[in-house]
Every structure is written in structure tokens, then in C-alpha cells.
């Protein structure tokens, strides 16, 4: 790979991540290995859309693509980042304060709400699935909110730095479900949740009347709000295997060494 290349994949990542809206997490508290430092990727001053590293505008006539695509109302992924540290000590199953080696695995859960209303391709179909009952992809119109989660195991955490860790939604999925209005990051080790969920919101959203942030918080603190929007309302509907880890994505090229590897399956 030719180094103009590299370094405009890595620049592109930071250039994505700096311009988008920033959660800031919770300190580190006793007996708590990892912290949250900050996520982002939802609202700010830009619109959250990044290119592919290998995006060029003569790439596409390389592999015999035509022009159609330049009609295309969406020209990138949408990319959602979360930074967090690793404390050098830990509490053993018996209690017991001990160094920090490296933590084997770590479970990362990431949530996001979309809102169709702000795609211009569902707009555009809404009017006729109402009158069809329905569309080809979208059975239920009324169903405007799209949920995406998933949760990534990462191996080999090394303690005393930052770590890195995203996920992307693609460029089709992007045209079709239109804008995040909230990301929440949750981190486990060993089925325990390493401090607060984190959460950051566009403006004061809601979903069928009901505030986001409201939902987001129960009488403990931040709860796992995508886990109990489908029972609150009808307008939010669950989609499944569009979310990806960053290295299954052409991101995966850019910077890899800063961010955390995904576990394998056997």
C-alpha cells in the first residue's frame, strides 16, 4: 500500500470522529477496570457521514461501475466510536486487589435508534406503502424508528491506555433508515457492566411522543434502553445483521492498530 494511502485512511477516521457529537464517560471507581472516556457519532456540526478509505471519484470506473450512483442521495458510512481506559489493578473472584495483566475479553453492546422520517427514499415511499398497506421492505409504515444493536467480543485488552473500539452502519442501510437520534455504548467483563452506560442523544428526541432521554434512565440511573423500547411503543422496529464491527468494513484498513480486535469464533 502506497503511504498517501494510509495516511488519508487514518485521516479520514479522525477527521470522522472529531466532528461528531461527543458523550463524555464517568471516572474510573473502585473495584471498576474499564471506563468509558467518551463516545460519539450522533448530531454535532457534521452529518455523521464518512467516506470509505478506498472511496475515489475514479474507483468506481475501475471496477466498471456506471454513474448511477451519483444520483445517490448518501455518499458514505455512518461511523460510531467509543474511547475507554483500562485501570492497571483489578478485584479477583475472591475479592482480592491484584495487578492487571491484560483482560482476555470484553463484551461491548452498542444501541442505535434511527429515525425514517429523515431519509428522503422512505419519505418518498411512504405516501404509496400507506395507500398499498404496506411496501416491499416495509410492511408496517407506521413503524418509523429502527433499532440496531449488536455486541462485539474484543480479546486481549492490555491496561494504562486508551482503547478504541467502532461500529458502522453501510451506505445502503444509511439511504433507506434515515438519521440516528441516539447511540448508547454498554461494556461488560465477565457479565458485569464496567461503569455507566453511555449515551448521546439528538437534542431532545422522542419516539411516539415519549422523550428518549426518558426512556434512557430509570430510577437506578442509565438502563439498557433498547432493551425495553420495542414493549413501550409499535413505532420502533428491530433490525437485525446491518450493524457492523468496523473490521468488516473497508474502515478496518485505517489505523488498525488503535483499535481493539475482534474475538474470533471457533
Known amino acids: 500500500m502506497k503511504k498517501w494511502m494510509f495516511f488519508t485512511m487514518i485521516a479520514l477516521c479522525a477527521t470522522c470522529a472529531m466532528a461528531q457529537k461527543k458523550s463524555k464517560g464517568s471516572a474510573m471507581k473502585e473495584g471498576q477496570v474499564i471506563a468509558i ?62 495487578p492487571i495483566l491484560v483482560i482476555p475479553e470484553i463484551e461491548v453492546t452498542y444501541a442505535l435508534l434511527y429515525d425514517m422520517s429523515k431519509s428522503k427514499l422512505a419519505s418518498a415511499v411512504k405516501g404509496q406503502a400507506a395507500k398499498a398497506k404496506g411496501a416491499i421492505g416495509w410492511e408496517n409504515p407506521k413503524e418509523m424508528y429502527s433499532l440496531f444493536t449488536t455486541t462485539i467480543t474484543y480479546t486481549t485488552i492490555t491496561p494504562k491506555r486508551s482503547h478504541y473500539a467502532a461500529v458502522c452502519l453501510p451506505p445502503s442501510a444509511v439511504a433507506v433508515y434515515g438519521e440516528p437520534i441516539a447511540f448508547s455504548v454498554q461494556i461488560k467483563v465477565d457479565g458485569v457492566q464496567q461503569g455507566n ?6 437534542g431532545d428526541a422522542k419516539v411516539a411522543g ?22 413501550l411503543t409499535d413505532a420502533v422496529v428491530k433490525r437485525d445483521g446491518i450493524l457492523r464491527d468496523r473490521s468488516a468494513t473497508p474502515f478496518a484498513l485505517a489505523g488498525d492498530m488503535y483499535y481493539d480486535q475482534v474475538k474470533m469464533d471457533k
Open 37 to 98: 472516556e467518551e463516545i460519539s457519532g450522533v448530531g454535532g456540526d457534521s452529518d455523521y457521514t464518512v467516506a470509505a478509505p478506498q472511496a475515489s471519484p475514479k474507483f468506481k470506473k475501475y471496477i466498471n461501475h456506471t454513474s448511477d450512483y451519483s444520483d445517490d442521495s448518501v455518499k458514505g458510512w455512518h461511523y460510531f466510536e467509543v474511547a475507554y481506559e483500562v485501570g492497571s489493578t483489578g478485584i479477583d473472584k475472591d475479592g482480592a486487589k491484584k
Open 210 to 231: 415519549k422523550s428518549l432521554k426518558d426512556i434512557a434512565y430509570d430510577k437506578n440511573g442509565p438502563c439498557a434502553w433498547w432493551e425495553r423500547i420495542e414493549n
Open 197 to 202: 452506560i453511555e449515551t448521546v442523544f439528538k
